[in-house]
């Protein structure tokens, strides 16, 4: 199975401030990743997929890059409705798998 | 719009079976695979499998292979998820997520959480 590696696992911000998150994957995934956010008590939501590609409606401020083995998620200015936890997805092969997730919380 | 509605809150015995359905709406329902996902209180998501509603062709995570099965109802555009042989280990909230583009997960359902109590 392909093992996704988040980090940090934790991460204190404050509104404004740019963050980035790192997924690492076990092995050459390509570009098949994608990249959700969870409140809590709610489900997953789908930011951005096939590592770089906004879904729609998400805002312009998240981005992903990365391609084969290392990816990262960045918010440019970070607002009070995206501390929450994110996870990263890929969907190269079966099974399908998430990293442990990254809270980010507010500094 | 897209719309999965998830059946309701179960609370099972040790040994038991559970079976969670999630009726689509929205959308053409054979076109679409459908994921089943997890997720335990305080931990991390966890893929359980994937049909395919146009011929019922599943995969399995490895985990689960002998005691999940999926199956689909297209006349109520419905999945199923059954889990049997359960432990409190199950006890969960358990996802089904239609299959987007390059199969990500775009809708979720609202999850069904299932206890797992003697």
């Known amino acids: 199975d392909i093992q996704l590696t988040q980090s940090p696992s934790f991460l204190s911000a404050s509104v404004g401030d740019r963050v980035t998150i790192t997924c690492r994957a076990s092995q050459d995934i390509s570009s098949s990743l994608a990249w959700y956010q969870q409140n809590p008590g709610k489900a997953p939501k789908l930011l951005i997929y096939a590592a770089s590609i906004l879904q729609s409606g998400v805002p312009s401020r998240f981005s992903g890059s990365g391609s084969r083995t290392e990816f990262t998620l960045t918010i440019s200015s970070l607002q009070p409705e995206d501390f929450a936890t994110y996870y990263c997805?890929?969907?190269?092969?079966?099974?399908?798998?998430f990293g442990g997730g990254t809270k980010v919380e507010i500094k | 719009q897209v719309q999965l509605v998830q059946s309701g809150a179960e609370v099972k015995k040790p040994g038991a079976s559970v079976k969670v359905s999630c009726k689509a709406s929205?959308?053409?329902?054979?076109?679409?695979?459908m994921h089943w996902v997890r997720q335990a209180r305080g931990q991390g998501l966890e893929w359980m499998g994937i049909?395919?509603?146009?011929?019922?062709?599943?995969t399995y995570a490895q985990k689960f292979r002998g005691r999940i099965t999926m199956t689909r109802d297209t006349s109520t555009s419905t999945v199923y998820m059954e889990l049997s042989s359960l432990t409190f280990e199950d006890t969960a909230v358990y996802y089904c997520a239609r299959a987007g583009p390059h199969i990500v997960a775009d809708y979720w359902g609202q999850g069904s959480l299932v206890t797992v109590s003697s």
């Open positions: 929205g959308y053409t329902f054979t076109t679409h695979y």
């Open positions: 049909i395919d509603p146009s011929d019922s062709s599943t």
């Open positions: 997805q890929q969907v190269n092969s079966y099974p399908v798998t």
